[in-house]
């Protein structure tokens, strides 16, 4: 199918001037023949859906999420969110995203809620899609869009109502399947070494207890749990010293940061197959290890999936109503291993 981007190209003119054209709008008449003439011998036929979205006023939506401790997550969440966004830049739908540093000090709750009443008292906003540090926060924003009447949808956090459209993992459920599979891995016995952390907002604290769980159900798997202080290498890297020949564990296991545990094995020369080592992050080195054979999995929510699913809802919202996906969107959790493993980039 010809598009108005094919006529622009082969005139060497933007698009905006091929639409102006089409429309006989602001253009000059020796223009608006070529146009006219590149169109009918390229066998253009005009869209009249998607002339009819470009038509409408613009939509602007507002996705306020987290810097997460595992980076590599959020960005690829984000990028999805952009994949969308340049989906539909034709049909005056525009996301803004917003972000709150989880890993800076202070109380970060506040500064998102800082944040949120920044955009929508100085900006328009048609939607708001929000990552709730706490259900404090999560209460306020609703609370306003309802008074506001903005549409509200809250996206991978643990936070969210029930009352809207939600898009992400259950966090919980994702320990589970982190402990199914790694009790798999070890024959349903062995001392398991698993390092935890508390961040502050409650998602490593359910993946943990939804691991603990599941374990609990095999009697002759035992747990050994190190809560860390701070989230650095130097922290991993001295427990395994002072700990892992003396515990000499069958796997080893942290919601945060395996490829810290990977680095160290990798570095210390320890073969890849003496422990089974599983991620739930997805970044660069993580990536790189499960490539290697030093991590054995990832058991993972496709951030890149959740973003694009969360922004392409929002967009059926304004112009698409009954396509729209309303309640809960549970994204669900996928366990790569290094033969199935792809980095999602392109969904559309």
């Known amino acids: 199918m010809v598009t108005q981007d ?4 082969k005139l060497n003119i933007s698009r905006t001037t091929v639409s102006r054209a089409l429309k006989g709008k602001n253009i000059s008449d020796e223009t608006k023949m070529k146009v006219l003439e590149a169109a009918k011998s390229m066998g253009y036929i005009p869209n009249t859906v998607a002339t009819e979205l470009a038509s409408k ?18 960005m690829h969440m984000i990028d999805g969110i952009r994949e969308v966004n340049q989906l539909w830049r034709d049909f005056n739908f525009q996301i803004e995203i917003v972000l709150t540093d989880i890993n800076k000090e202070g109380n970060q709750c506040r500064e998102q809620i800082k944040q949120f009443y ?7 906003v048609n939607g708001v899609i929000f990552s709730a540090l706490s259900k404090e926060n999560m209460e306020i924003v609703r609370q306003e869009c309802e008074k506001r009447n903005i549409p509200l949808m809250t996206l991978d956090m643990i936070y969210f109502d029930d009352r809207l459209c ?29 390092f935890s952390y508390d961040e502050g907002y409650e998602i490593g604290e359910q993946r943990m207890r939804g ?31 002072r700990y892992l020949s003396k515990i000499k564990p069958a796997a080893i296991y942290s919601p945060y940061h395996a490829e810290y545990i990977a680095e160290y094995i990798e570095t210390h020369g320890i073969d890849g197959d003496e422990y089974v080592l599983i991620a739930n992050g997805i970044n660069e080195n993580i990536e790189k290890y499960l490539f290697a054979g030093v991590i054995n999995g990832i058991v993972s929510a496709r951030p890149y999936y959740l973003g694009a699913v969360a922004a392409n809802n929002f967009f059926k919202y304004f ?13 669900m959790v996928d366990i790569y291993i290094a033969e199935n493993y792809q980095r999602y980039d392109k969904l559309y």
């Open 6 to 9: 094919d006529i622009a190209r």
């Open 57 to 74: 006023s613009k939509k602007t939506v507002y996705v306020f999420t987290v810097v997460t401790i595992d980076e590599g997550y959020a």
């Open 118 to 124: 920044e955009i929508i008292e100085q900006n328009q």
């Open 166 to 194: 939600h898009v992400g993992p259950d966090y919980y459920e994702l320990g589970k399947y982190s402990a199914a599979y790694l009790s798999q891995l070890v024959m349903k016995k062995g001392e398991i070494l698993t």
């Open 211 to 241: 691991f603990l769980a599941k374990l609990a159900e095999n009697p002759r798997i035992h747990v050994t749990n190190f809560e860390l202080a701070e989230m650095k290498k130097e922290n991993y890297w001295e427990l395994l010293d």
């Open 319 to 331: 112009y698409r109503t009954n396509e729209m996906t309303r309640g809960r969107i549970d994204v």
